[in-house]
T-cell receptor, first 115, second 108 residues
Framework: DAGVIQSPRHEVTEMGQEVTLRCKPISGHNSLFWYRQTMMRGLELLIYFNNNVPIDDSGMPEDRFSAKMPNASFSTLKIQPSEPRDSAVYFC?????????????FGPGTRLTVT | GQSLEQPSEVTAVEGAIVQINCTYQTSGFYGLSWYQQHDGGAPTFLSYNALDGLEETGRFSSFLSRSDSYGYLLLQELQMKDSASYFCAVGGNYQLIWGAGTKLIIKP
């Protein structure tokens, strides 16, 4: 398997622009997670899906952030409008939740810079 | 509330042994995981303990004591490539609660 795929790997945009990050989870995994990582705040869980359904979006910072998972092989995280404080590395991870297995597989991340 | 405590930084010498501790306070505990992250990379899974005791995987071992809400990661025969950040994470309700990470610095 190719692992979790994220695109783009790097994104530089201006404040106020819309940003869309994309993720393809590992085939057969039933859970998908979006994380944000910064030096100041560490690794933060933004939202996670189970069987394509959003289970917990309490980590989404504000209404400017939205996430969708239209099918088992694709998810997007959208920021509209973007702000400089959104600059971070955004990771997508997938997992096969079975019993008490909590091994998550991370994609390479998208480094977002908002100027 | 839910929290995990781990040291922010640990320094060790190449070839030595180092232990990274993690204490947690969470609801719905299902197990303790450890992840490694190199600078500029993504977290990668190292180990998972659901039951008390020691799990060994090559040079890495992980320990859990549920009664003490405590675990540790033990790295033996340290190599320069082990320089990275190490995160403990507690599983509960289908998601992980993450510690802030421990930066391991290895000196030759």
């Amino acid at each position: 398997d190719a692992g979790v795929i994220q695109s783009p790997r790097h994104e530089v945009t201006e404040m106020g622009q819309e940003v869309t990050l994309r993720c393809k989870p590992i085939s057969g995994h039933n859970s998908l997670f979006w994380y944000r990582q910064t030096m100041m705040r560490g690794l933060e869980l933004l939202i996670y899906f189970n069987n394509n359904v959003p289970i917990d979006d309490s980590g989404m910072p504000e209404d400017r952030f939205s996430a969708k998972m239209p099918n088992a092989s694709f998810s997007t995280l959208k920021i509209q409008p973007s702000e400089p404080r959104d600059s971070a590395v955004y990771f997508c991870a997938s997992s096969l939740i079975a019993g008490t297995s909590y091994e998550q597989y991370f994609g390479p991340g998208t480094r977002l810079t908002v100027t | 509330g839910q929290s995990l405590e781990q040291p922010s930084e640990v320094t060790a010498v190449e070839g030595a042994i180092v232990q990274i501790n993690c204490t947690y306070q969470t609801s719905g505990f299902y197990g303790l995981s450890w992840y490694q992250q190199h600078d500029g990379g993504a977290p990668t899974f190292l180990s998972y303990n659901a039951l008390d005791g020691l799990e060994e995987t090559g040079r890495f071992s992980s320990f859990l004591s549920r009664s003490d809400s405590y675990g540790y990661l033990l790295l033996q025969e340290l190599q320069m490539k082990d320089s990275a950040s190490y995160f403990c994470a507690v599983g509960g309700n289908y998601q992980l609660i993450w510690g802030a990470g421990t930066k391991l610095i290895i000196k030759p």
